[in-house]
T-cell receptor, first 113, second 116 residues
Framework: GENVEQHPSTLSVQEGDSAVIKCTYS??????FPWYKQELGKRPQLIID?????GEKKDQRIAVTLNKTAKHFSLHITETQPEDSAVYFC????????????FGSGTRLSIRP | GAGVSQSPSNKVTEKGKDVELRCDPI?????LYWYRQSLGQGLEFLIY????????KSGLPSDRFSAERTGGSVSTLTIQRTQQEDSAVYLC??????????????FGDGTRLSIL
């Protein structure tokens, strides 16, 4: 079955700098890759997702890149702000609706003022 | 519109008791997941329901855990003979998974379960 690895487990960056979180997956049939943000004590919320027919997707300060050959995908946050502090989870799933979504172990991002 | 609703929001019970946790998914969402999240940890997959297919129970940690989804909508997660290590937040998520592709999951606020 699918296995998703996420790095780093913790990340601290200066406000205004960029943050990058990387994930690898094992199942070459996976084609849907969402990213979730979980603030302390709150539910995970989708921030961006990408499908395997594109290599990069942007939404304001957030971008995700996908390399299907290498089976890895990354989240990039530019011009970080204090409200970006949270735990971020990557995930992967296959094409079929029968394929469950598998999550990475999470990255705790802290933004230093 | 209404999101995923979970109840109760908090549950405190004594070791050895049974508990039932409820999840009301977003109307029309065919896929429903249960996860367990211990303090400061990741999302541990428990069980996955998709339409009328047999559920994927591969994440249930022991036979004390079971789940049902009645009428393709509301789901109940039952933990029998609770143990202290069952203490965690139990999250439910639903999505509009179709035969073509997976769709984003929408999470509920979770049930915080504490076993004394």
């Amino acid at each position: 079955g699918e296995n998703v690895e996420q790095h780093p487990s913790t990340l601290s960056v200066q406000e205004g700098d960029s943050a990058v979180i990387k994930c690898t997956y094992s199942d070459s049939a996976s084609n849907y890759f969402p990213w979730y943000k979980q603030e302390l004590g709150k539910r995970p919320q989708l921030i961006i997702d990408i499908r395997s027919n594109v290599g990069e997707k942007k939404d304001q300060r957030i971008a995700v890149t996908l390399n299907k050959t290498a089976k890895h995908f990354s989240l990039h946050i530019t011009e970080t702000q204090p409200e970006d502090s949270a735990v971020y989870f990557c995930a992967a799933s296959g094409y079929s609706s029968a394929s469950k979504i598998i999550f990475g172990s999470g990255t705790r991002l802290s933004i230093r003022p | 519109g209404a999101g995923v609703s979970q109840s109760p929001s908090n549950k405190v019970t004594e070791k050895g008791k049974d508990v039932e946790l409820r999840c009301d998914p977003i109307s029309g969402h065919t896929a429903l997941y249960w996860y367990r999240q211990s303090l400061g940890q990741g999302l541990e997959f428990l069980i996955y329901f998709q339409g009328n297919s047999a559920p994927d129970k591969s994440g249930l940690p022991s036979d004390r855990f079971s789940a049902e989804r009645t009428g393709g909508s509301v789901s109940t997660l039952t933990i029998q003979r609770t143990q202290q290590e069952d203490s965690a937040v139990y999250l439910c998520a639903s999505s509009l998974a179709t035969g073509y592709s997976n769709q984003p999951q929408h999470f509920g606020d979770g049930t915080r379960l504490s076993i004394l």
